[in-house]
């Protein structure tokens, strides 16, 4: 572990683990070697240049074996970015390269995404019709332009079309993922938008968007007419993907304030935004584009394959696309009494009911069957600046029927088949809230620690303990519903919470735990138990039941100088198969 700064320029810190663990199940020996690294890199300078990282990988199951932090070992994802970032002085030109890796550890062996290198250039929006004087009053003049390059080389070991083994992502594999998984490309955007208003109250959006996307590979496809399969080959060379929409929206806001008589609540104020939007793709499975190939197998039935199934920036839709949209956005307002505030002469605040209610959806003029889309409604809102509420859930106007002991929509209403006005697929209610006397602020300052020591604090506050609040609780609770056609429904249910409880001056218990209602058990749990011995501290931690079942006691000095200094004694879950 090594940490580093530069003042006014850079800080950072690197960690590097590693561990050897041996384990007898049933008996049998079993070693593995696991790592895990940790870099975290920030710029300070106000320079047109930054580079920062944000990078956490490792072994599969190295937390699995080895962490003692309840979110480290919950977590199954697990992400990394390195990024370089450039503005040029007086031009709306920048650069970005980055590199990003994103690793899921549930299974034995981890699927492993790596973009190495990305890179971004573009050009920031420009109005080229805008009169340098007097202007932008126009319509004309309001039409803007921008335009971006992403270009990527992406890396795998997840399994394709076809394959049902994963490959370990190690040195020795790294060739063999390169030439069987690696893929690179290169995206041209360039959107053009303008705003025009209308009748003063409505805002018209008209955008035109052209899509340009270089291969270096292509997909080839022939019938094998012995066998009635179709067999894929990879060509290489230059090949050139292009596409093009346009679409407008038409939107406005609509006030509503209702009037109350009551002193504590005077007025509540409903906003309504209503957008209607219409976009329109061509059909690129078509001449003259000639992405897809089509096939003719033995029964004289047409198969269309894409030729760039799979690619890091897929092949442009087929199918024309005639789409009409629909969205209506929610607010709610209350103006209530405050009698703390004597700056006002109505002593009047505003508070929010409800943050947003929204129902989306969209019509497909030129689907055979079926267009209306699946209608979104979401909610949330923050209640007393503590409560955090969110609601998602998604419904299905059509009915569904069994065809070949298929679940199956069909083209009539649920409503028409006696399955109500839509059908409910699936929904999601979180709540979750930090409950404690005094908010911890994310910033510790002490005037009895050194610069150095501060540092360390405030880039690990989850080691220390802070006593100027007396407990806090945090609380999350999670419900959700899941249906496919007409099967069984899905629902899990869950209740988590955690915090700390300041027992005197000197000793503090913290705890976290949950309970599924699914399920019907406690979910994993931990204790710490702290001692302040002033220069000197003391932490016990018990995780008591489960597979996890382990404690660790230590005794070690405050001064991050002297964190080596320290008697430790633990057992760890695994010491269980010793005995």
């Excluded at 889309?373 to 009915?399: E, G, H, K, M, V």
């Excluded at 249906?483 to 919470?497: A, H, M, P, Y």
Aim: charged share 20%; hydrophobic share 30%; with cysteine.
């Amino acid at each position: 572990l090594t940490q580093y700064i530069k003042r006014y320029r850079y800080q950072g810190n690197l960690d590097l683990k590693y561990n050897h663990l041996v384990l007898f199940p049933n008996g049998e020996k079993e070693s593995s070697d696991q790592f895990w690294v940790t870099w975290n890199h920030n710029s300070n300078s106000r320079k047109s240049s930054s580079f920062t990282s944000s990078v956490s990988f490792g072994s599969t199951n190295y937390n699995r074996y080895n962490s003692y932090s309840p979110g480290a070992y919950l977590s199954n994802q697990f992400n990394s970015t390195v990024s370089y970032y450039k503005t040029f002085a007086n031009t709306p030109f920048y650069l970005g390269i980055s590199g990003r890796h994103d690793q899921n550890v549930v299974g034995e062996t981890s699927i492993v995404n790596l973009n190495l290198p990305e890179v971004n250039f573009g050009m920031n929006r420009i109005y080229p019709f805008k009169r340098k004087i007097a202007g932008g009053k126009r319509w004309y003049e309001q039409i803007n332009v921008s335009y971006n390059l992403n270009s990527k080389y992406f890396l795998t070991n997840n399994p394709g079309f076809g394959e049902t083994d994963t490959i370990p992502f190690t040195l020795s594999n790294i060739e063999r993922l390169m030439r069987e998984k690696g893929q690179f490309g290169t995206r041209h955007s360039v959107p053009v938008t303008t705003s025009i208003k209308l009748l003063r109250h409505f805002s018209l959006n008209p955008n035109v968007n052209y899509e340009e996307i270089w291969y270096l590979k292509q997909l080839q496809h022939t019938l094998d007419p012995a066998t009635n399969t179709v067999i894929t080959d990879t060509t290489s060379g230059f090949y050139r993907v292009y596409s093009f929409s346009a679409g407008t929206s038409l939107t406005t806001q609509v006030y509503g304030t209702y009037r109350l008589r009551s002193k504590v609540m005077p007025a509540i104020r409903h906003t309504l935004i209503p957008s209607i939007s219409y976009n329109y793709r061509p059909d690129f499975s078509k001449e003259p584009f000639n992405y897809y190939n089509r096939i003719i197998d033995t029964s004289g039935q047409e198969i269309v394959l894409s030729k760039y199934n799979g690619f890091i920036y897929g092949t442009p839709g087929s199918g024309r696309s005639n789409l009409l949209g629909f969205s209506f956005q929610n607010s709610l307002e209350a103006k209530v009494r405050d009698r703390k505030d004597t700056t006002n002469e109505l002593g009047i605040k505003k508070i929010k009911l409800i943050e947003n209610i929204g129902l989306t959806g969209n019509y497909n003029f030129t689907a055979d069957s079926l267009h209306l889309s699946q209608i979104s409604l979401n909610a949330r809102t923050r209640l007393f600046n503590r409560f955090d509420i969110n609601f998602s859930s998604l419904f299905d106007p059509y009915a569904t029927q069994l065809i070949n002991n298929v679940p199956t929509r069909i083209n009539r209403f649920a409503i028409d088949e006696g399955q109500g006005i839509a059908r409910l697929i699936n929904y999601n209610l979180s709540f979750s809230t930090s409950l404690n006397p005094k908010q911890r602020s994310k910033i510790y300052h002490s005037p009895n620690a050194t610069e150095e020591e501060l540092r360390y604090i405030n880039r690990h506050p989850e080691l220390y303990v802070d006593f100027t609040i007396p407990w806090n609780l945090n609380i999350s609770y999670n419900l959700n519903f899941a249906r496919i056609g007409i099967d069984e429904k899905n629902v899990t249910q869950t209740l988590s919470f955690n915090g700390d409880v300041k027992l005197t001056d000197k000793w503090k218990v913290g705890f976290n735990s949950g309970w599924d209602f699914v399920q019907k058990g406690i979910s994993y749990t931990q204790f710490n138990i702290y001692r302040d011995l002033h220069c000197w501290e003391m932490r016990l931690s018990v995780i008591p039941f489960g597979i996890r079942q382990s404690y660790s006691f230590d005794i070690n000095v405050k001064a991050s100088v002297l964190q080596d200094l320290k008697l430790n004694r633990k057992r760890d879950w695994y010491d269980n198969s010793l005995r």
